[in-house]
Every structure is written in C-alpha cells, then in structure tokens.
C-alpha cells in the first residue's frame, strides 16, 4: 500500500467483527480480542467488544504507523532514521541533559532542552536478557517483536539511574483458534482433567498452560468441533474412535479423560458449565466420533511471547529511581515504561498500543511543557 493510499483509507469504520479470532483478517476495526465475555470477567464489567485496530486488511499496523509519522511531521518533529543511540549524557546533578548516538559511522552529541523520551520496544530479541529475567520461557516461547526489542532503551534508562520494575513479567499466548470451532473442544492435561475454560483470551489460556503438572496439555475434539489451527506448529498426536481410546493412547490416568468428557457432556447438554463456566455459546456435548487429541504442551506447541517489564515511571512519563525520586529530563513509554499490564494473567491484546499511544503523548506533553534549557546551560 503506498503512502497515498494509506492516507485514502478511513482510520476506522463502524463494523464489529464477531467471531473469535485472534485478530481479523479483513478491514473491520472492532472485535472481541480477550476476556469480555468469559468468567469471571463477565461478572465485572457488562461484556463488550474491546478489540480495536485501524481500517486495513489483516494486520493494518502500518496505517497506524502512517497517521502517526504524518501527524509529527505536521507538527514540526525532525524525524531522523538509521542513527543508533549508545549514551545518555548526564549533568552534574544526574538530570538527562542530551544523548550520543552514531550516524553514517561518526559518533556525535545531540543536546535535549527539554528531555529524552524513550521508547524503543522491550527486550524480547535480546536472547542474554531473556534468560536473566524470563528463564522460564525463554527458549520455549518464539519471542514477538521487531529485531530492535532488545532492551537497549530499557539499559539506557538504567544508565541514568532508572528504577527497571517487573523485568520477570511477559506475555505468552497460544494461539489455538481460529478456526472458532475449536473453543468447544476441551483443554485437558496430564491427569485428563480441565483447568481453564476454552472460551478465555488464549493469552490467559496460554499462561494457564505453561503451568499445568507434568508439562501436558491437550485439546480435545470430536468431529464436529475439529479444524486445524491456521498458526503453523500444532500436532493432531492421537485419533481414536472412542474416548477410553484416546484417553490410552495420550497415557492419561485411567478413566480419567472419560470421567471428564463425561461430566462436560452431562452439564453441555443442560446449557452449563458449572466447573469452569464456558459460555453457554460455546457448550456442545462432544460426542461425534472420531475424537483428536492437539499438541499444546508447552515447549511443544507454538507459543509465542514478548516481555512486560520496564522502567519505574509517573503516569505522565517521568522516570524514577529506586526512591522514586524523578530523573530530571528523562521520560519513557510504550515497553520501555512499565505500563497497565504487569502479568501474563492481567495483559490483554492492544495494551501495548496504549502504553505507546496514550502514556507516550503524556510523557510527549510534559516534556513539552519543561522549561528548556538554554544553550548556555
């Protein structure tokens, strides 16, 4: 799509895309993406639709990124690419005064009247990084991010004093739909026994995952719920014609998977779920035969995640330290900042977004309004 392009297309339109998916493949911008409608979150807060992104088909981040670039550009920001920052440069009471970054090969000083805001991703890429603070998933989740999530901004702030909070806390998600049908199958794991309703944001499913007995997980289906996954990596590990089959074949306690297939089957049939509180849109007996079992373990399957931790900040964006005293002329936001979400249990898709967008023009807007420093300071 070329630039003019981009600039043709609506940023949003008014169309709610409602099956379950990750995200939608065509050009509707709003969508349920997490917990709204499962439990115990539907007891909270009425249910709604809080999936949002920008008109475009599929993945339309660029359209985003577009209206930003051209937003700055009409408000007089100098945008400078293909420069590397290696240094904050400190004055003598510790305030962030200025930065050394290198360009075409010549390292050279770049005076901050008002501050530095950082925002240059998380360190997901970084792979030294990802065993000190994520060992337990680092190397068995693909990391999400860009080749520059590799905590440089993150170390930056830390050079400058920069409290870093919450480094141990990430994202994980396995993305087991679509297609939607999927979510009447069973997740079970090595005792044959469900732990998670199907229904739930598959970052909430992926988290609940990594943290079953043994390691083991599976997702059960019978012909009426089956699909394969649309994300590349998962295994159909056994087919059987009967549940106490299945149930052998995966080496699952005995009368374990059918007691549970059972129990499921008795409450779908009524409409409920009193266990784990599947949408009632979701109960379906599993009684079609042939039944599959689906690779979900940890390790196994693919799971994919990105880090949550970053620097201690205000809401408007200033950095603190370890005694939440403020880095003078220092800010942070998207992943650099320690944002909403802080666990895998509490991050939904688009908080990312959010933390760049939202606490970006409040870290933007107060730096702005810092009294600059004269070029005799």
Known sequence: MSAAQVRRVRAFKDALHDA?????????????SGNEKSWPYR??????????????????????FARLHEAAQRAGARVQTDTRVLQLVLDEHGGVVGLIARRDGTDRAYRARRGVVLSAGGFAMNEVMAQRHLSRIAGRAMPIGNPYDDGTGLRLGMSARGAAIHLGEYHITLPFYPPESLTYGLLINGQGQRFIAEDAYHGRIGEACTRQPLGRVYLVVDEAAFGHPIIDGFEIVAVEERIEDLEQTLGLPALSLQRTVELFNRNAAAGEDPILHKQPAWLRPLTQPPFAAIECSFGKAPYMAFSLGGLWTKP????????????????????????????AEGYVSGTSIGDATFFGRLAGRTAASRTALSRSD
């Open 316 to 343: 408007t964006g200033e950095v603190l330290t370890e005694d939440a005293e403020v880095v003078e002329g220092l800010y942070a936001a998207g992943r650099n900042c320690c944002g909403v979400s802080r666990s």
């Open 20 to 32: 379950r998916v990750t995200q939608p493949d065509n050009d509707d911008c709003l969508y349920w």
């Open 43 to 64: 007891e909270i807060a009425k249910p709604a639709p809080r999936g949002h992104k920008v008109q475009g088909k599929g993945d339309a981040g660029h359209v985003l």
